[in-house]
Each structure stands twice: as C-alpha cells, then as structure tokens.
C-alpha cells in the first residue's frame, strides 16, 4: 500500500505564498508519478502539478504555471507544493495523490491513492 499525507495549508492573502507537503510512505513509492490536484466546492477535481522520483520530472497545469512549483526529496519521501502569487482563484482542497502514469498524465481516475486533502484558502 501506499499511504500519502498532506500538511501545510492554511489561510493566506493574495498575492502570499504557501508549502504544501505530503509525506508518501510504502515500499513501492518510487514507482510512483507524484501529483498535486485541488478541488473547489462545486468544481470537479482539477490536476495542478505532478513529478517522479526518479528522474525528477515535472508537468503544471496553465493555471499554477509559473506560479507554483513541485518537488520531491527523496531521502524524505516527501513531495512539496510551493505556491506563490496566490489568487483567490487557487481556493481549495488540495489533495495529493500517486500514479503508475507518466507526469503528464492530468486524468483523476488514472491515480490510485490519494492524501485525505489540505484546506487552502486565498483572500482578497
């Protein structure tokens, strides 16, 4: 099993920047594409951002691009989701989640574990 965790959201004012990590734990880990997604409250859950352990690859949706970035630190088994310039747009659950499919793969239904979810909340 893979078992992941999320921690780091909270309540920010626009334009703020928040770190968001989820702690992956479980032998098969590093066979795993790591992703972020968020889901507003009636909004279908939307992919942000993803990267592999090994190579270190990465894959933003337009909307965070330039804005966010993902990493991991594999000695930690810890993936991180640094969030700058935040919108009130960028309001929402973010969960994060593990795939066998490459980093560029945005689909929910092709990930099979997920976090229980981090609160992130932009203000104007």
């Known amino acids: 099993q893979v078992q992941l965790v999320e921690s780091g959201g909270g309540l920010v004012q626009a334009g703020g920047s928040l770190r968001l990590s989820c702690a992956a734990s479980g032998r098969t880990v590093s066979r795993y594409t790591m992703g972020w997604f968020r889901q507003a409250p009636g909004k279908e859950r939307e992919f942000v951002a993803a990267i592999n352990w090994s190579g270190g690859n990465t894959y933003y949706s337009d909307s965070v691009k330039g804005r966010f970035t993902i990493s991991r630190d594999n000695a930690k088994n810890t993936v991180y989701l640094q969030m700058n310039s935040l919108k009130p747009e960028d309001t929402a659950v973010y969960y994060c989640?593990?795939?066998?499919?490459?980093?560029?793969?945005?689909?929910?239904?092709?990930?099979?574990?997920w976090g229980q979810g981090t609160q992130v909340t932009v203000s104007s």
């Open positions: 989640a593990a795939s066998a499919y490459h980093v560029s793969n945005t689909e929910p239904d092709k990930y099979d574990y």
